[in-house]
């Protein structure tokens, strides 16, 4: 987290000197303190995440390009002649155990054009999708195989 917050302010701050770089950890290091203890922010999540960088980068490297793929897809679907939308509501189960994996899996969801996450209790799915062939293989998708791994 502390690493999160310095990045911040050396974004906001536009520039690096020594001053702004002593300055910035000094405040990262007070702010993240007072996350872990005044909202008990645990800090195994940090290790966690930190472990977890790179399948988290893959992770955003896939919703970007599933959102392109989809979104082309449903510009298609808009002014294509042959087929219009044919709505539909599934229902699944992730199989993700962790809280956080699933509402990130509700999000990227909800994300992707045509598709959004009606409901989200647990790993129980309720999502509408545009048309039928946008549902196939949810149950496995590219994001639910990627937090599995992220999850270990």
């Given at each position: 987290?502390?690493?999160?917050f ?15 770089l002593?300055?910035?950890c000094a405040l990262?290091?007070?702010v993240?303190f ?5 909202l008990?922010?645990?800090i195994?999540?940090?290790k ?5 960088f790179p399948?988290?980068?893959?992770y955003a ?7 392109f ?9 808009v ?6 939308p044919d ?12 809280e956080?994996?699933n509402?990130?899996?509700a999000n990227?969801?909800t ?15 309720i999502?509408?999708?545009?048309r039928?062939e946008y549902?196939?293989?949810?149950e ?13």
């Amino acid at each position: 987290m502390c690493i999160i917050f310095l990045l911040i302010w050396l974004i906001f701050n536009g520039r690096v000197t020594p001053e702004i770089l002593i300055i910035g950890c000094a405040l990262s290091l007070g702010v993240s303190f007072l996350f872990y203890k005044a909202l008990g922010y645990p800090i195994s999540t940090d290790k966690k995440i930190f472990k977890n960088f790179p399948l988290l980068l893959l992770y955003a490297g896939n919703l970007i390009v599933e959102i392109f793929k989809a979104a082309i897809q449903v510009a298609s679907l808009v002014w294509g002649k042959n087929k219009g939308p044919d709505p539909v509501m599934v229902e699944f189960h992730s199989g993700l155990e962790g809280e956080l994996s699933n509402v990130l899996l509700a999000n990227s969801i909800t994300l992707t054009p045509g598709t959004f996450t009606v409901h989200q209790e647990g790993d129980r799915f309720i999502v509408h999708c545009l048309r039928p062939e946008y549902a196939e293989g949810i149950e496995e998708s590219s994001f639910i195989q990627l937090l599995r791994r992220v999850g270990r």
